[in-house]
């Protein structure tokens, strides 16, 4: 079996590095796309570095149930939080909002300012959008309602076709990113292990880079068109093992990694935030433009230097859209 990658320079020559212009679309503040993009929101998964490891939850409700207080400052209601205990001051946090339609999502990081009122306060220190292949890859918005989902854990698991995967790093900075696949082909349990798929991304792999440094996650995994989850919490280690991800192949296309959580004891619930957040079926997809967005937090960035300079100037919205409509045409997998 191959050995856990266990080193920043083993990842590396696993996964790559993100290029400039990918790194340049990350900046440190909540623009105006960005504002809107959570006025629009519905649901986010909202990931805490607890001192024990991640706590992953749901926060939703109608459209704009989160607020940006100003360009660095979000609030998000304590009633609108499955797991609201979760928030605690001081905390890095890590929030991923979806809009109904759309495959991209919104990542906010930062830190709890203040969790003691009716609202968790969150002091923003970066926001980007992430793309849309794990939205597409789950069939996500497609979905109808549906109650027939397994009880059990691992057939839950094996039906799931969508999750968050929480993390944090050894000064509390949480991550919170998307994975999606067909139902099997994201995340299985056997042994007390789950094990879930790691297709190509951005290369930023700021989970990746987490889990080395502190290897407790949280994950939180459903099947669109119902509002029961699966959280799954334990100590990760991220595998190149042939056989692990050659059972998590599809076309023919093993994923280049493998995440494997031991000691998981997934948990079974309702989300009270996913039946107030309403997402299936899918009525009206929100007016939201993913590469503007793209193109504004790129024009925002404040790296330095001709290069970036360079991709500033030359960055449009027409070649960003079609930039990502052909990565999601040929490299889902």
Not at 77 to 103: C, H, M, N, T, Y
Not at 219 to 232: D, E, F, N, Y
Not at 310 to 322: K, L, P, Q, T, W
Request: hydrophobic share 50%; aromatic share 4%.
């Amino acid at each position: 079996m191959t050995e856990p990658i266990a080193t920043l320079e083993a990842l590396e020559a696993c996964v790559g590095t993100a290029a400039l212009a990918t790194r340049m679309k990350i900046i440190d503040h909540l623009d105006g796309a960005a504002r809107d993009w959570i006025g629009a929101s519905p649901l986010a998964f909202a990931g805490f570095a607890a001192a024990s490891g991640p706590r992953l939850t749901l926060a939703g409700g109608a459209a704009g149930f989160a607020a940006a207080i100003d360009a660095t400052r979000l609030s998000l209601p304590r009633a609108s939080l499955d797991d609201a205990a979760a928030a605690e001051a001081g905390q890095g946090v890590g929030l991923l909002f979806l809009v109904p339609g759309a495959g991209e999502t919104l990542r906010v990081n930062g830190r709890v300012a203040a969790a003691g009122g009716e609202a968790v306060e969150i002091a923003v220190e970066e926001c980007f959008l992430h793309c849309a292949k794990a939205l597409i890859r789950s069939d996500f918005w497609s979905a109808a309602p549906r109650d027939d989902v397994p009880e059990e854990a691992a057939a839950f698991l094996a039906a799931s076709r969508f999750l968050a995967l929480a993390t944090a790093d050894a000064e509390g900075c949480a991550d919170v990113s998307p994975k999606g696949d067909p139902a099997g082909s994201l995340i299985r349990l056997q042994d007390g292990v789950a094990s879930l798929a790691e297709r190509p991304g951005n290369k930023l792999a700021f989970g990746y880079r987490n889990m080395i440094a502190c290897p407790a996650v949280a994950a939180l995994a459903l099947v669109p068109g119902s509002t029961r989850i699966a959280v799954v919490s334990g100590k990760a280690r991220l595998t190149t093992d042939e056989a692990v991800r050659q059972a998590f192949a599809v076309d023919g296309k093993a994923p280049i990694l493998a995440t494997m959580i031991g000691e998981a004891a997934p948990e079974i619930r309702t989300s009270a935030a996913l039946e107030r957040a309403a997402l299936w079926p899918l009525t009206d997809a929100a007016a939201i433009d993913p590469a503007a967005v793209l193109v504004a937090h790129v024009k925002l960035n404040k790296a330095k230097g001709e290069a970036a300079n360079a991709i500033r100037a030359g960055v449009s919205r027409e070649g960003v859209a079609a930039g990502l409509e052909q990565s999601y045409r040929t490299k889902l997998y």
